[in-house]
């Protein structure tokens, strides 16, 4: 038996799978993922925790997404 025959597939252990025979389980995790997230903006004030982040933001420039060098720091109150 050759060895090509055996070359295991790049997706080979990927339980949820490339392309259109993607597990559907994949899409429902991002549905609930945004529901939780609709549900949390809707319900909560969010505001800058000024006393946690500096201000004026420095910025981390290594890295290919521009990120805080020490984070944004967010409050969370519930509406009523």
């Known amino acids: 038996v050759s060895h090509e ?10 339980s949820i799978g490339e392309g259109p025979r993607k597990c559907i389980v994949e899409r429902f995790a991002m549905v609930e993922i945004k529901f939780a997230l609709a549900k949390i903006l809707i319900n909560y004030k969010f ?23 020490s984070g944004i720091f967010v409050n969370f109150k519930k509406m009523d």
């Open 5 to 14: 025959k055996f070359k295991a597939h790049f997706n080979f252990n990927n």
């Open 47 to 69: 505001s800058l925790d000024y006393k946690m982040t500096p201000v004026p933001l420095e910025f981390a420039f290594s890295k290919i997404i521009l990120t805080p060098k």
